[in-house]
DNA sequence: CTTGACGATGAAATCGATTTCTGCGATGGT
DNA sequence: ACCATCGCAGAAATCGATTTCATCGTCAAG
């Protein structure tokens, strides 16, 4: 592959001369054709290794996220794509499977990879964002919290969708709602169980120490716990299941057992994938999936432009779809 | 950050030696202790574009891919993902959103990031990989085909997967089948038309020039095109469906009308994302996905590991599931 | 006619790691 | 006691682009 000296070499002048061309600088006319001319016939492509280790900085930024098979994921990805785009910037995607130290893996090579900058949807509750905050990389912090970093976050409320979510169930005559969450080292998870917490003790809802089961934020977690609580001496009434692909996993098992909404009832956390041309008798707490991506996206790419406010959280409204 | 000479001034010693303690060369067991806890100390990580520039090679694999919100390609990625993982490499994901300008950007960051080789699905019929090609990168095909390079692809055989769909649907006693498909310019859809027309006319069953539509293998585009087909003057009888996406879209709008299957016949060429409380009459043309990512990037890896055996084209089984 | 400013250009330093080349000291064989 | 060999370590070249610094004209103002 041609490098700027063998451009250089053709056009009849200085490596310089060639990359203050193509950087927009004062290069006479005609020498500045001549370059261009040699470039073309080449078939040149700078390197962008070697501008980036001279730049210190590469027009890339990092998207952490810890599932690439939840659509609630890709969608919010994509939302990250179109801002980035754009603007100028590449996206890769890096999936962590939930798993920290996957994660740790990713942020470093974005450290050392010299990029622009992270969206991160943390694994766990203890990311290590230090050696990029101490390098200046900016951070946003997305649908998951930033753990103890002062950092911009675009989150949706958890804790109040939960409650939301186990209210509407409530007032649908459901007495005994349990609770299917995530892995307890999880943010989101335990918050939105919070909220399931706070709304049964605070509308006097039957409660009992198995109706709260820590599953895994997948399909087969949600279809396990769903069979545990059936399986329960005294089973629930209802469930909040608190994200969409247990959602998923619940309805599956409630299916096999004749027992689908609304004789069991459900409240999911984020929109189910799924098609029924029957309508379901399911509460959604509905998220702005791809409007998260959009924001983050925003709030890093002013980052990388120098913004220095004081760090934000932004938290997007999400909005309760009744059960049809 | 720390830097390979700051290492080396702490620990007193020169930087080549730094480097050889982190590369596994011959160093005395004291410098080496030496050089680890300074290292330690400063909190030194390597950087990797410096290190991609020396080498003209980073331990780092793109995968391009047109739809990230797709479940079928989400779930190749992490087939690749896995594969690549426990080899020592990372993945980063691109998506070209069916665009050919895109995916021109990022195999162009691939080739000038030094990336180790590119799995590819192609967005359309005229990728350019001569460059990447010229440099020696291997790339692999997945999903869609080489187009005119002789290079490993990892496919399905979507000709029979279209007729066997249609012979399916012929089988279940209708007769006049259409067939919606995807952009002309995609291998896969133009393949998956054909095994349907093959079927037809092999199996004499009614044709009409407006009972195959190339709609954009989205949703969206399943669902005009199955509006299009119901509202004809002579409307179909069954439908061959040849992506999963549009599979959705075309449920969606046949729920609206009470015409879902098997009032209307349907089979859909790939798995639908979607799950249905009550069992859908659709026919599939069920795919490996993870399988081709896993085997995409074994054959990858082979390539990278020097492998030169002469290109191999690996088609791997489908399965038609017969509609429920 | 002189001086100052400015535009265009090339030489060389720089980014941070790897690797070749070279030299030094120690070991072992005869 | 001498020479060949080997292990270890540092100096310096290298990867390919960007940018500072210095130089040389050219042009305008005084």
Redesign the interface.
């Given at each position: 592959?041609p490098t700027i000296y063998e451009v250089a070499a053709r056009a009849g002048v200085s490596p310089a001369t060639v990359s203050r061309v193509f950087n927009g600088q004062n290069v006479s006319a005609e020498r500045s054709r001549r370059v261009r001319e040699a470039a073309e016939a080449m078939?040149f492509?700078?390197?962008?290794?070697?501008r980036?280790?001279r730049l210190q900085n590469?027009e890339?930024i990092a998207l952490v996220i810890p599932d690439?098979?939840n659509?609630f994921f890709?969608?919010l990805?994509?939302g990250v794509?179109d801002v980035a785009?754009a603007a100028g910037y590449?996206?890769?995607?890096?999936?962590t499977?939930e798993d920290q130290a996957?994660e740790a893996?990713?942020l470093?090579?974005a450290?050392?990879?010299?990029m622009a900058g992270v969206i991160l949807a943390a694994a766990g509750d203890h990311s290590d964002l230090d050696?990029l905050i101490?390098?200046g990389r900016p951070i946003v912090a997305v649908d998951r919290g930033p753990h103890g970093y002062d950092i911009d976050a675009v989150m949706v409320d958890s804790r109040a969708g939960g409650r939301a979510a186990t209210k509407a169930l409530a007032d649908q005559g459901y007495r005994r709602i349990a609770c299917v969450s995530g892995p307890r080292d999880v943010e989101t998870a335990t918050l939105r169980a919070e909220g399931w917490r706070a709304a049964v003790t605070g509308l006097g809802l039957d409660y009992d120490d198995q109706y709260l089961i820590y599953a895994d934020f997948r399909v087969d977690g949600g279809n396990k716990a769903m069979r545990q609580l059936v399986e329960l001496p005294e089973p629930p009434d209802a469930v909040f299941v608190a994200n969409n692909l247990m959602g998923?996993g619940a309805?599956?098992l409630l299916?096999e057992r004749g027992m689908?909404p609304p004789v069991i009832g459900m409240a999911v956390f984020g929109d189910?994938?799924?098609?029924?041309?029957?309508p379901?008798a399911v509460t959604l707490v509905s998220l702005p999936a791809r409007h998260l991506g959009v924001t983050a996206a925003d709030l890093l790419l002013k980052r990388i432009n120098g913004d220095d406010q004081p760090p934000r959280t932004i938290v997007l409204r999400n909005q309760i779809v009744p059960s049809a």
């Open positions: 592959m078939g492509t700078p390197n962008r290794v070697a980036t280790l590469s890339v690439i098979e659509p890709t969608s990805a994509r794509e785009q590449s996206v890769v995607l890096c999936n499977d996957k893996r990713y470093d090579i450290l050392s990879a010299n050696a101490r390098r998923v309805l599956q299916a689908l189910l994938p799924i098609f029924s041309p029957t379901l």
